[in-house]
């Protein structure tokens, strides 16, 4: 599902710049007003294509599970810096040094 997603976005970015370039006036020129309209209907079938698939319950829980995914992620993360934090004061007080309660190191 996310393949076929992310190719309908390089898709859809394709044909943005395609639709860029033919709003673009050349040498002085219009743009060919069909051709634009072409590259318009382009873009909007791609972007109900993409809808499409965001829709589909399959992409639905792939979403949700990428979620929790990152959910998890963050409080890994979390758990990280939260243990990692108690290390470097217990190197300090190893140090000698003292942190007073304004936070500056004595």
Do not use: F, W
Not at 29 to 54: A, G, S
Not at 83 to 96: E, F, K
Request: charged fraction near 30%; hydrophobic fraction near 30%; glycine fraction near 6%.
């Amino acid at each position: 599902m996310t393949s076929v997603r992310g190719q309908g976005e390089r898709d859809l970015s394709c044909l943005s710049q395609q639709y860029k370039s033919t709003k673009n006036v050349h040498s002085g020129l219009e743009p060919d007003i069909l051709e634009v309209m072409v590259v318009e209907r382009q873009m909007l079938d791609k972007t109900e294509r993409l809808l499409d698939i965001c829709k589909h319950p399959q992409y639905a829980k792939l979403a949700k599970q990428q979620e929790l995914l990152l959910q998890q992620t963050t409080e890994t993360e979390k758990d990280t810096r939260r243990h990692s934090y108690p290390l470097l004061s217990d190197s300090i007080a190893r140090l000698g040094v003292d942190a007073g309660d304004d936070g500056h190191v004595y």
